[in-house]
Nanobody, 131 residues
């Protein structure tokens, strides 16, 4: 079982930056795709960014592409989300998420993961962007 703990949320003015961090424990970190999802009040949880288990590929939602950068440090069991040029519409609870690299049938789980099917979730961290 993977445990995920986020940190780094807070209140920032529009145009500012924040870096979210997530530390993982309980399993071999380098076997997991890692990502960030967010949920704004009254809205469905949505995909933000993801990175493969080796870090060789990333994916972003259109709404954050060019402003957010996901990275990971497998030696430290950490994944990060650097958020620049923040907008009020980025206000949400941000969740760290993880999924084992293979599905039960042996195929890659990458597309299932970025389509909204993580296996493990953190407790979330609040990001508030004021206008």
């Amino acid at each position: 079982q993977v445990q995920l703990v986020e940190s780094g949320g807070g209140l920032v003015q529009a145009g500012g930056s924040l870096r979210l961090s997530c530390v993982a424990s309980g399993s071999t970190f380098s076997n997991y795709a890692m990502g960030w999802f967010r949920q704004a009040p009254g809205k469905e949880r949505e995909f933000v960014a993801a990175i493969t288990w080796s870090g060789d590929k990333t994916d972003y939602s259109d709404s954050v592409k060019g402003r957010f950068t996901i990275s990971r440090d497998n030696a430290k069991n950490m994944v990060y989300l650097q958020m620049n040029s923040l907008k009020p519409e980025d206000t949400a609870v941000y969740y760290c998420a993880a999924r084992y690299k293979y599905k039960a049938n042996g195929n890659s789980s990458w597309y299932a993961f970025i389509s909204g099917e993580p296996e493990h979730w953190g407790q979330g961290t609040q990001v508030t962007v004021s206008s």
